[in-house]
């Protein structure tokens, strides 16, 4: 079992920047995905980014060159660096784990932070 606790969101004006965290704790195995997704009043969660194991990173065209995932191993924290944000980043931000012990894979979600971009 792997849990995981965001924190770091807030209410920001447009153009302004915040850094969610990702604490994870329990069994972390050694290959493992870590994510951030995102859902808007109204509309489905959408994938954000994402860091591997072995450090290759993934955004969603929207936040490229805004936002940069990084991790701190020493701290099984993984950050969500987000800058010149936009009323469209408005979300319930939630981090993502995945991971796998031998073929076994399994996911976890924390419970989410609300990020609100105020225009």
């Known amino acids: 079992q792997v849990q995981l606790v965001e924190s770091g969101g807030g209410l920001v004006q447009a153009g302004g920047s915040l850094r969610l965290s990702c604490a994870a704790s329990?069994?972390?195995?050694?290959?493992?995905?870590m994510g951030w997704y995102r859902q808007a009043p109204g509309k489905q969660r959408e994938f954000v980014a994402s860091?591997?194991?072995?450090?290759?990173?993934n955004y969603t065209e929207s936040v490229q060159g805004r936002f940069t995932i990084s991790r701190d191993n020493a701290k099984n924290t993984v950050y969500l660096q987000m800058n010149t944000l936009k009323p469209e980043d408005t979300a319930v931000y939630y981090c993502?784990?995945?991971?796998?012990?031998?073929?076994?894979?399994?996911?976890?979600w924390g419970q989410g932070t609300q990020v609100t971009v105020s225009s």
């Open positions: 993502n784990a995945i991971q796998w012990y031998g073929s076994v894979r399994s996911s976890y």
């Open positions: 329990g069994s972390i195995y050694s290959r493992y995905i």
């Open positions: 860091l591997t194991s072995s450090g290759s990173t």
